[in-house]
T-cell receptor
């Protein structure tokens, strides 16, 4: 399944670095999401975009900055992260952001902050 | 607030054994309920869903019934295969929420041995 792709798949960065995660969906969907999957914790919704407009920011620290230039692409810009930000970052998309729309997930980016 | 609780893993089974993963939820109103599966190195995939009480979701031999009286959505499969080894996530969306705010349980790892 290559409907939702994420790059890079693995990323190691220092606390002073700036990096970006990229997500692309080829499904013609209008809504895109960022989730954080940490060890021993449930997946946490971070951001929701619907028709390129951010509709949800789930109290995410400002060192995470999302960008959605169009309905097919979603970025997560990272700067001055902390070691506790190490996690798997998952992108998802859905036809719209209706509550019962199925969300399709990408394979994730495994981020390690040193 | 809303929450999803599922049994801790790992659950280790032999091939052809019966699998049950318990999931209970707390939510106001009538949420929609989902099971997602994450195979090693991949993103989450929707396994099945149910949108109202007494609905039964089924897919790939897995079943789960939405039990409003016990606020449960237990996942079952009658005869597991090695290829079913994965992490299984129970999740809900409140139908009164805007946007696709999936709330996940912590996940249950299932290991099926030959």
């Amino acid at each position: 399944e290559t409907g939702v792709t994420q790059t890079p798949r693995h990323l190691v960065m220092g606390m002073t670095n700036k990096k970006s995660l990229k997500c692309e969906q080829h499904l013609g969907h209008n809504a895109m999401y960022w989730y954080k999957q940490s060890a021993k914790k449930p997946l946490e919704l971070m951001f929701v975009y619907n028709f390129k407009e951010q509709t949800e920011n789930n109290s995410v620290p400002s060192r995470f900055s999302p960008e959605c230039p169009n309905s097919s692409h979603l970025f997560l810009h990272l700067h001055t992260l902390q070691p506790e930000d190490s996690a798997l970052y998952l992108c998802a998309s859905s036809p719209n952001s209706e509550v019962t729309d199925t969300q399709y997930f990408g394979p994730g980016t495994r981020l390690t902050v040193l | 607030g809303n929450s999803v609780t599922q049994m801790e893993g790992p659950v280790t089974l032999s091939e052809e054994a019966f699998l049950t993963i318990n999931c209970t939820y707390t939510a106001t109103g009538y949420p929609s309920l989902f099971w997602y599966v994450q195979y090693p190195g991949e993103g989450l995939q929707l396994l099945l869903k149910a949108t109202k009480a007494d609905d039964k979701g089924s897919n790939k031999g897995f079943e789960a019934t939405y039990r409003k009286e016990t606020t449960s959505f237990h996942l079952e499969k009658g005869s597991v295969q090695v290829s079913d080894s994965a992490v299984y996530f129970c999740a809900l969306i409140k139908t009164t929420d805007s946007w696709g705010k999936l709330q996940f349980g912590a996940g249950t790892q299932v290991v099926v041995t030959p």
